[in-house]
């Protein structure tokens, strides 16, 4: 399917409601031209089902610079796509992707609409807005459920210190969409710098439109990597520098996520983005108790996308992102080299977390085969990942080595590896005091689990969203104590484990 204008009634008029939020909208990826989306509007939901405010993030406002009263009736219709914002051009961008290792074919934004971007630097999108040409067999919606998650875990993962896209705010609607069961619609709106993914580049090289991919990775060098321009490495090669320059960036992106029990939960190539960032919240889980090979996507039947499988797998997208550019790098070599830079990137990333969480200042010969041996004693009684850790920090603080050991059935399993720690933290330069005020800023007290989630949206779907607002005040600052919200760090209740998400979540 060749991008077109969806429909000529779609343009806007001059006596059309529209909504002003006060932003100043420049051209960004539209001027790329129509080769590269699909122009049209959100499509309205039923007027006869009213909207309504469901959460927002004043940290995302203030990122794009709204002023303080921008919730307005306005902003609520056209943030649930039901009116125009006022000097928008929205589109659907096509792309193509590797879908659980396999080639799919055309992609591109079955569900999400691309308002612009602003002055300030970012894309606003609207995700559950309506079909699009590239909707397959979708309806173009996202229900309340999906739209929560991904709100909260956008903002969350942001005060992790994790690069990813934002959620400026949700709203819902009481209009069914029919899921595995029915199911009430909502609208996330999220931000970026881009939403260009892998996928992006793979379908132009699929489809040998060699100008259109060259116009691509030089909007994207010119945009967000123009040292690629300058750099000395591969010859001047830009566009193995551009290579080079994801790869790094993908490989530290890893580390984060692996250092804080993050699953994605479905690594596909139009899932991963060319900037580094997380994207795509689907099915999605923060580790639980610590099994390295753990599945969180109920519909990864094979474990493909695994907690321990998420750096392999980030490594063969890349090598996909390398195959598509392959036409523009014009050699092999060049193209692999850029691709070594992950194999180096993300061990010394990862080492220089997991030293961060112990509160170890500097490297040591032997750390990796200490920190491998603490991995081992945690997977072997599938120790809580978020509790042990935040307990070890309060016990380099000062408190009992019971606080740790009560974790383990069998607490000589860490006893070898408590006595090893302390004589490790002897050697270094600072005291334990300091290192623990570090480790807490490591190891957060609160992430977002999945049974806090699902607790907030059973809450919602009563027009309670009062959970929601909870939860987020807490993930937005999750390394601090929160007194009162104890309740909101603690262990996972027996029903946490039957929770099951999938690609639809």
């Known amino acids: 399917m060749t991008p077109t204008s969806l429909l000529a009634e779609q343009e806007h008029t001059d006596t059309e409601r529209t909504a002003d939020l006060g932003l100043r909208w420049v051209d960004g990826f539209s001027a790329l031209g129509p080769g590269f989306y699909t122009a049209l509007r959100p499509t309205p939901l039923s007027s006869s089902a009213p909207r309504y405010w ?15 009263d921008w919730r307005s009736d306005d902003a609520l219709q056209a943030l649930s796509g039901n009116i125009p914002v006022a000097g928008t051009r929205p589109l659907a961008t096509v792309y193509s992707g590797h879908q659980f290792g396999v080639w799919a074919g055309q992609l591109g934004d079955g569900r999400a609409i691309l308002l612009g971007e602003t002055d300030t630097g970012q894309e606003v999108q609207l995700k559950g807005s309506g079909l699009t040409p590239y909707s397959r067999m979708g309806d173009g919606r ?13 903002e969350a993962v942001h005060a992790l210190g994790i690069p990813t896209t934002r959620a400026l705010c949700v709203t819902g609607s009481d209009a069914p969409v029919r899921r595995e069961e029915i199911e009430t619609a909502a609208v996330v709106t999220r931000l970026a710098p881009s939403f260009i993914r892998f996928g ?23 945009r967000y990597y123009p040292h690629c321009r300058t750099t000395q490495r591969f010859e001047g090669n830009a566009y193995a520098a551009l290579l080079e320059a994801v790869s790094e960036r993908t490989a530290a992106l890893m580390a984060q996520w692996q250092a804080v029990g993050f699953c994605h939960g479905v690594m596909n190539t139009d899932n991963m983005s060319i900037l580094g960032l997380t994207i795509d919240y689907g099915p999605f ?29 980030a490594y063969w997208n890349l090598f996909c992102l390398a195959q598509a550019l392959l036409p523009l790098i014009g050699d092999q070599q060049p193209a692999l ?17 997991m030293r961060a969480k112990l509160g170890l200042a500097s490297a040591a010969e032997g750390d990796r085969e200490f920190v491998n041996d603490l991995l081992g004693a945690l997977a072997a009684e599938k120790v809580d990942w978020t509790i042990f850790w935040r307990r070890l ?29 302390a004589a490790r933290r002897r050697q270094q330069s600072i005291g334990d005091p300091e290192a623990a005020a570090g480790m807490l800023r490591a190891n957060p007290k609160f992430v977002l689990r999945n049974h806090l989630g699902q607790m907030a949206i059973d809450q919602a779907r009563k027009k309670d969203f009062s959970g929601v607002a909870r939860l987020q005040a807490v993930l937005e600052s999750p390394f601090e104590e929160h007194p009162g919200h104890e309740d909101l760090a603690g262990f996972p209740p027996d029903w946490a484990s039957s929770i099951e998400i999938s690609c639809s979540s």
Do not use: M
């Not at 610590?290 to 321990?308: E, K, L, M, V, W």
């Open 337 to 353: 080299a850029a691709l070594e830079s992950y194999k180096t990137v993300f061990p010394d990333a990862f080492e220089s977390r």
């Open 200 to 222: 992006h580049f793979e379908h132009f090289a699929a489809n040998e439109r060699i100008d259109e991919l060259r116009q691509l990775a030089d909007y994207v060098i010119e």
């Open 142 to 154: 996202a229900v309340l459920r999906s739209s929560i998650r991904e709100f909260l875990c956008s």
């Open 54 to 68: 469901v959460g927002h993030s004043e940290q995302a406002a203030r990122l794009l610079g709204l002023p303080p």
């Open 285 to 313: 889980q923060f580790l639980d108790g610590f099994d390295p090979r753990h599945i969180c996507n109920h519909s990864d039947t094979a474990g493909r996308y695994a907690y321990n499988q998420q750096p392999n797998v």
């Open 393 to 421: 920090s309060h016990h380099v603080g000062g408190e009992s080595e019971s606080l740790v050991r009560d974790l383990f059935i069998d607490p000589a399993a860490i006893d070898a590896w408590l006595a090893a720690y």
